[in-house]
Structures are given as C-alpha cells and as structure tokens.
C-alpha cells in the first residue's frame, strides 16, 4: 500500500514519539479508526484495545456524544482564561459534579491538562501547604518504585521506574522511594505482622528516617499501573493513613488511572475505605478524547489557600486550566457512565476477567496474575519456582506484544507483565477473545525463547 509507506516515512522523518528509539519503531501500526473496544489500523485489520488506548478510552471509542459536547461548547466559547478573577460554566459544573463523587473531605478542584500536570500541581499544593501553616522544612516526597505518576521533571522525580530516570538526571532534590506493596514480591520479614502491614510500615521507616519535620506527602496510586498493575492487600491502605496522621504527613492519591469507573467503583481508594488529602486525576475524566487533569483537595488545605495573605497566594496556574471545551466533554464522559452504568459494568466484568485469567496460573511461564476491576496483568517469568524473569536480551516483552498483536490483540507488557484495561464497555466475547489471545501466546513464545 503505497500511502502507508508513504506516510511512514513521513513519520520516521518528522515525528519524535513518546519513549522513542528507532529499535521499536521500525513497523509501527497506523490507527485509522475506533469503535467500542476495537481499533482499525491503516491495513483494515481490527484488534481488541486491551489497554483502553493508554488506561484512559473508558466509554470506548466513536462515542459521537463526546464530540457533539466538544462541537457545541466550541462553538459558544472554546477557550477563555480562568485564572483568579475569571471563570466559566462548564468548570464550575463539573467541580460541582466532582464534588459529589469523589470522597468527602474533597470538594474544590483544580484542573490542568493531564496526569503529570496534576503530580506537579500536587507537589506544589503540599509544599504550600506546610509553608504556610508555618512549617516549611516539610518538603520531602515520599512514593513508591514500581509506581508511575509522570515524566516532567518533578514527577519523574517520583516515579519509581529507573528507566524514566536514566538518561535526565540529575532527579529534582527531596524525592525518595520505598518498596511497592507487591503480593507477589514483597519480602515480608516480619513474621508478626500481615504482608500489607509490613508493606506499609515501610513507609513509617522512611519518614523516621528523613524526619518527619522533612517529609510533606506520601503520593500513591490505589493500584500501581504502569508498574505492573501492583494491587496492593487489602489492609495496605489503612496501616498508610494511620501513618500519614501520626507523622503529619499528607496523603496524595494518584488517581490517573483508577479514577472514572476502572477498578469496579468511581475511585480506587473507595475500595479500602480511606481518603486522600490531595486526589489526582486525568485520563479516565473525557476517557481521552481530549486533555484534561487535575487535582481535588481537602477542605483543610482549602481554608488554607483561601486564608493565606494575597502576597503569599497560591502562585499556581497553567494555561489550559479550567478550559471550557475540556470541561463541558468531561461533564459528558461522566454523564455516559452514569447513564450507561459502567461503573458495575467494571465490577461485574472484572470478576469474569479474574477468573478467567486465574485459569491460566497453570501454564508454564505465568507467574502471578492480579486484577481489580477492569485493570489486570498477568506476570510471564523464566523460573515459576524462584520467580525469575527473563534476561533482558531475550527481548520477553517485545515478543509477547508482537505475538499478542498478531492474535488481534493490542496492549502493552511492562516489566514482563501483560497488562490489561480495555474500554469498559468490552463485550464479554471480546473480554473472553482477550484471555484466550494470552493463553495461546504465552506457550508460544516461550517454546520459541527456549528453542
């Protein structure tokens, strides 16, 4: 087809992509067109979208609704500034309507254009906080490794991939890590407490060590996503919070990926019953069809920023804050999972998907498999036994994604982990097509790896 070659040269010549090297961009796929689950490449071929586009198309694709809402509210008003002194309908709606689903204690909100734009508003919120309640040696980040919360420099910073670190240090000064809650891998040392409990006391030693004079936040993703999909026990989160409190530490939860009906409930932590000081959010809030972040905050911190002096405001903002046509699509993404009930959709389908996925902890090769929801991998390793993974030369995750993706199936393995968030309104045949894809191309790549 000679405007596909075409219009791949065009790419290689003029395109810089995310993650980018040569070595895995040398055939990419070309996606003309999307509808429910399903993606269209340039050759007509169709694939499940077993990651949701990127964990984010939660009402699927070709949702005309979403357009429409983007359309009308262009037409009226496509962009007007909302810094202090200016604002517009359709943010102050859906603050309103986040009000009314997220926890509690959250019910003022501030919105950028997407995750690592709502890390760095985190950050800043937590340093201002401590600095103006007269306390500003509280600077520190605590995360976790294995945990993803952006690339900017700041929020690389607290992601714990080293892969993202490698070639842009130095970090930015006051982020540390600690170990992920991983039922899988944890070590638990201590035979007295449960594996969620040791987990989280890791945190504890962290702020001991730092000073708890030094630390302001302890940021965490409810489920760890582009790390592996870490669905931490069920006691973790708890034993966290009572942490935060009795150090005066703040609670960041990062909700970019598990916000908006992804694990089986509107937000992830709702599962372990606690709330966050600072909630973050993007992907899931338009389902991507355009940019949209932020972050939701305590009323604590609000009467804070709200009581401050004007000379030591909230010196904060970005451009696209509060945009009208990114707020008036959200307040529609969220009305189709209201109306559409796909918030059980996930928890009702994410049950059929554990059990499924269980099934295939008897092949050789699956380590471990994990769901919460929608949101699932399933762990390929060398050695069941001893839990060892690949050498890096095998290329492991390179060829179970080309194997998977020529079973017309397109989704991401990250750290040897198949990771899996359709669109939460998959078919349960095409949620049931998906586990039989990685059944079938497990043992195929590996009798290929092992000769």
């Known amino acids: 087809m000679p405007i596909i070659s075409e219009r791949l040269e065009t790419d290689y010549a003029h395109l810089l992509h995310s993650l980018h090297h040569p070595s895995t961009h040398h055939n990419p796929k070309i996606w003309v067109e999307g509808k429910g689950a399903m993606l269209k490449d340039a050759e007509g071929r169709e694939f499940i979208d077993g990651l949701a586009g990127l964990w984010n198309v939660n009402v699927g694709h070709g949702r005309r609704e979403l357009a429409q809402a983007a359309m ?30 997220t926890y509690p204690s959250i019910n003022t909100f501030f919105f950028a254009s997407g995750g690592a734009e709502a890390s760095e508003s985190s950050f800043k919120t937590a340093r201002f906080y ?45 982020f540390l890590h600690i170990d992920a809650p991983d039922p899988y891998r944890f070590v638990n040392d201590n035979p007295n407490v449960s594996l969620g409990v040791a987990a989280a006391n890791k945190l504890e030693e962290a702020i001991l060590r730092e000073g708890p004079e030094t630390v302001a936040a302890f940021i965490a993703e409810p489920v760890q996503g582009a790390g592996g999909v870490i669905v931490p026990p069920d006691d973790y989160f708890a034993r966290v919070c009572t942490i935060c409190d009795k150090y005066e530490v703040l609670f960041i939860a990062d909700e970019v990926i598990t916000g908006f009906g992804r694990t089986g409930r509107w937000f992830g932590l709702e599962h372990y019953d606690v709330e966050p000081d600072i909630l973050q959010f993007a992907k899931g809030i338009t389902s991507g069809y355009i940019p949209l972040g932020g972050i939701g905050i305590s009323d604590k911190i609000r009467e804070v920023i709200y009581n401050v002096p004007p000379a030591k405001r909230w010196m904060h903002a970005y451009t696209y804050s509060g945009h009208p046509t990114c707020c008036a699509v959200a307040l529609k993404n969220i009305e189709i999972i209201e109306n ?77 982990c198949i990771c899996l968030a359709p669109p939460l309104v998959i078919t349960e045949e095409q949620l049931d097509r998906t586990v039989d894809i990685i059944a079938e191309t497990i043992p195929s790549v590996l009798k290929d790896v092992r000769g």
């Open 340 to 416: 559409e009930k796909l918030v059980e959709r996930a928890a009702r389908l994410g049950q059929r998907l554990l059990e499924k996925l269980r099934a295939l902890e008897g092949l050789e090769g699956v380590g471990h498999v994990r769901a919460k929801g929608l949101i699932a991998a399933v762990e390929v390793v060398a050695d069941k036994a001893t839990k060892q993974l690949h050498a890096p030369e095998v290329g492991i995750s390179q060829r179970l994604h080309e194997a998977m993706l020529a079973r017309g199936l397109n989704t991401r393995v990250l750290m040897e």
């Open 130 to 174: 401590w600095r103006a309640v007269g306390r500003p040696d509280k600077v520190k980040i605590i995360s976790r490794m294995r945990g993803y919360h952006g690339v900017t420099l700041a929020a690389m910073s607290a992601t714990g991939l080293p892969a993202y670190w490698t070639m842009f240090e130095p970090r930015t000064p006051g």
């Open 72 to 101: 009308e509210q262009m037409s009226t008003l496509a962009y007007a500034s909302s810094f202090a002194g200016s604002t517009n309908y359709p943010s102050i709606a859906l603050a309103e309507k986040l009000s009314a689903l």
